[in-house]
């Protein structure tokens, strides 16, 4: 089905595959809202799962679309992104924005659902001690969740002011060295190779890591402990999209706070110039605002 575009959100993601990252060539771009111009929801406006899945394969039937082995994935994998006037997607992977909802949420709803799918990676246990890595816009939307679910948390990272920017605020403490120990939990969403091992030290035996970010340099990491400590080492990455415009409906999270710039699509370089910079939260570019 075509889509319009109307905005597009710039992650990691897309900076890591303009450098080469997984060999992608094309048009990137997967964090959008825009409007459908075809099929049942022709007008409406529209998100969109990214995984396209062929349907039919054992991964699929099984319920695994998003591990599909014949899947395309919007703006990252043989299929061309939202960075463009228009995207296609396949008609079961569109999802129409509530109306309470405005297009500067909406275009958050991908990285909503990929921290929600915490909820998919771990049993969220009220009052357990969760430590996040990483107070980028992932490790943001990840500490907001686990809050939300009623989890104690405490965020590391180099950005102390950003903490209550999404509508929580949760014990920040600075850099991961100063973070405690004994969590029940602990996610990394740092993307820094070197947090991994900087945080195994501090979950408790038979503790939970689940990461949430990819990296580009390989980790080194002693797996001893894991082995001692009976930790869990869970991989997240994508999440299911209604239970993220759920929670975008429900007006308990200020995403749009996290927007710190906007461009048009002809400024597109630019923008990935200032997503680049260190530090820097979500860039928008707005192709049909
Ligand atoms: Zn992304
Ligand atoms: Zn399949």
Redesign the pocket.
């Known amino acids: 089905m075509r889509v319009r575009v109307s905005k597009v959100g710039l992650c990691s993601t897309d900076l890591a595959l303009a450098r080469g990252y997984m060999g992608f060539r094309g048009v990137p771009g997967h964090e959008f809202v825009g409007v459908a111009l075809e099929g049942a929801l022709r007008g409406r406006r529209v998100v969109g799962e990214i995984n396209a899945?062929?349907?039919?394969?054992?991964?699929?039937?099984a319920g695994g679309?998003r591990h599909?082995?014949?899947?395309s994935v919007l703006g990252i994998l043989g299929r061309p992104g939202a960075l463009a006037e228009e995207l296609r997607l396949p008609a079961r992977n569109l999802r129409e924005v509530p109306d309470s909802v405005g297009d500067d949420a909406a275009v958050f709803t991908e990285p909503l659902a990929a921290a929600l799918a915490l909820a998919e990676a771990c049993a969220l246990v009220p009052g357990a001690r969760a430590l996040v890595v990483g107070d980028g816009k992932l490790g943001l939307l990840c500490a907001h969740v686990l809050a939300r679910a009623g989890l104690a948390v405490t965020l590391a990272g180099r950005h102390p002011e950003r903490n209550g920017l999404t509508g929580v605020v949760v014990e920040h403490v600075g850099p991961l060295e100063r973070s405690g120990g004994g969590f029940d939990l602990a996610v990394e969403a740092s993307g820094d190779p070197d947090a991994l091992p900087a945080l195994l030290p501090r979950v408790r035996p038979r503790g939970t890591v689940v990461l949430k970010s990819t990296t580009e340099r390989a980790t080194r990491v002693e797996l001893a402990p894991l082995v001692v400590d009976e930790l869990r080492l869970v991989g997240s990455r994508c999440g299911r999209f209604e239970p993220a415009l759920a929670v975008l409906a429900s007006g308990t999270i200020t995403v749009e706070r996290l927007i710190v710039a906007r461009y048009a699509l002809s400024d597109a370089e630019r923008a990935f110039e200032h997503a680049a910079r260190r530090g820097t939260l979500k860039v928008l570019i707005e192709v049909h605002p």
Do not use: I, M, S
């Open positions: 899945a062929c349907g039919c394969c054992p991964t699929c039937l679309d599909c082995p014949r899947r």
